[in-house]
């Protein structure tokens, strides 16, 4: 049995769950169990046909087809046409719960779906007792599905900081148990995914991480980690400002990525506004990303650039502006991911990375930053990356940009005759006979001026 979540089926579970399967759903408050069984269901319905029937000890009809349709998920379309039930036995109390069962089986007997959920076998052992659980759990439930080929899904509550799932119990009597838990990195949580048992089935990796979206469950989707055998492109993109194309021999290559590293000031937002704007100009889409300015703060400086960003904005240009702050790297990964998805562009900028990494573990931004260069080598965009740091043209601070990088622009205040000037220098460009010399330049009405 297929879930209908492409990257769970096509990487993590590739043969699907064995039918007539029992698996546990286990995680803490908020990691999403509800919608990862709500999903499989819903995808039943949607996508092969298949009825499904969710069975709640925690949550009332209304309550949970008004959380499913913020989601995207339309239940209540299913029940009216035969396809699903919901049975509400959140007001259950103990003294009645087993005649409650004899319900639940006929139920499941006479309608005969596919994918069940049960939410949660936590409420269930708490009302039955864990002796009477393991029996249903073991001998009815688990005959009863078998016996048409369908797949249940059992949701339990693990206590917060315990390793322990639910009472204990449930995980011994199953087919497959799923884990999905918290992972602290600094200020922020990631969520990962973890199948410590299922029968019949390999798993590759010890976890999978995912985001919760307004889509609901979103695995990162990592890039395949081998570079591409094609040849690399000969063709060169404008950097929008004409002297620093020919200190660069004619520009930046399509598909290459150029880091921009100088102090506050020196200009790097202005370089990238350069670049996206001349290029959506031209024709070409460009996507600019910040992380420190909005996109009103974008704008107006472009126009006090004299940029004329009014003629190309949601036209050939998008502009995109959030905070990183107490979001994963892998969900910074699949929203830029997305937005080169859906615009597929030429030109890309993002501004900056020093954001990122004042919110975000240092080692998963390296790797976000690794399967980040994947995707732009893959969609051939040429792409700007600033960094806020200080750089002497002899070295500059080593990151996981900076070695990914095909080109490093390098800017820096110097003090001369008691006045502060602003010099630039290339201190990496792959492929290109670009200019050793050192360049005076200045941040003018007109933008960047660069000078012999």
Do not use: C
Request: glycine share 8%; charged share 30%.
């Amino acid at each position: 049995m297929k879930t209908g979540i492409e990257f769970f089926d096509e990487t993590i579970i590739r043969e699907g769950f064995p039918e007539g399967s029992l698996i546990i759903v286990a995680g803490e408050p908020g990691t999403g169990k509800t919608i990862f069984t709500s999903t499989i269901i819903h995808n039943g319905l949607e996508k092969f046909g298949e009825k499904g029937m969710y069975i709640s000890l925690s949550e009332t009809k209304e309550d949970f087809y008004d959380e499913m349709k913020r989601l995207g998920m339309d239940f209540e379309k299913y029940e009216k046409s035969g396809l699903f039930r919901f049975m509400d036995l959140v007001t259950v109390t103990p003294d009645v719960i087993e005649k409650e069962i004899e319900l639940i089986m006929k139920e499941i007997l006479s309608f005969r779906p596919k994918r069940i959920v049960i939410d949660s076998i936590t409420a269930l052992t708490q009302l039955l007792g864990t002796e009477k659980t393991r029996i249903f759990l073991h001998t009815t439930l688990g005959r009863f599905i078998k016996s048409f080929g369908a797949v249940a899904f059992l949701i339990a509550e693990k206590p917060l900081g315990k390793e322990t799932i639910g009472h204990g119990v449930e995980e011994f009597v199953v087919d497959g148990v799923i884990v999905l838990k918290y992972i602290s990195l600094g200020e922020v949580r990631r969520r990962v995914m973890e199948i410590p048992k299922m029968r019949k089935r390999s798993i590759e990796k010890s976890q999978y991480e995912y985001v919760i979206t307004d889509r609901g469950i979103e695995f990162l989707a990592i890039p395949e980690l081998i570079r591409g055998q094609g040849d690399a492109s000969e063709e060169k993109i404008s950097t929008g400002i004409k002297e620093l194309d020919a200190i660069l021999d004619g520009g930046v290559y399509r598909g290459s990525i150029t880091l921009i590293v100088g102090m506050t000031g020196t200009g790097k937002t202005t370089f990238g506004l350069h670049f996206a704007i001349a290029n959506a100009l031209q024709g070409r889409k460009a996507i600019y990303i910040s992380f420190e300015e909005s996109v009103g703060q974008l704008k107006r400086a472009a126009r006090r650039y004299g940029m004329p960003v009014d003629e190309v904005l949601d036209k050939t240009l998008k502009m995109f502006s959030w905070v990183p702050e107490a979001k994963t790297p892998v969900h910074t990964f699949l929203k830029i991911r997305e937005i080169i998805d859906e615009h597929k562009p030429e030109v890309l900028v993002i501004d900056s990375l020093t954001s990122l990494r004042e919110h975000m573990n240092e080692t998963e931004l390296e790797k976000m930053l690794r399967y980040l260069s994947l995707i732009i080598k893959q969609y051939g965009v040429a792409t700007y990356i600033t960094l806020n740091a200080e750089t002497d043209f002899e070295t500059v601070p080593f990151t996981k940009a900076s070695t990914l990088s095909d080109n490093i622009i390098g800017l820096k205040y110097v003090i001369k005759n008691e006045l502060i000037e602003r010099r630039l220098a290339v201190i990496k460009a792959r492929g290109s006979n670009h200019s050793r010399k050192i360049h005076k330049y200045d941040i003018t009405d007109k933008g960047v001026m660069i000078y012999e």
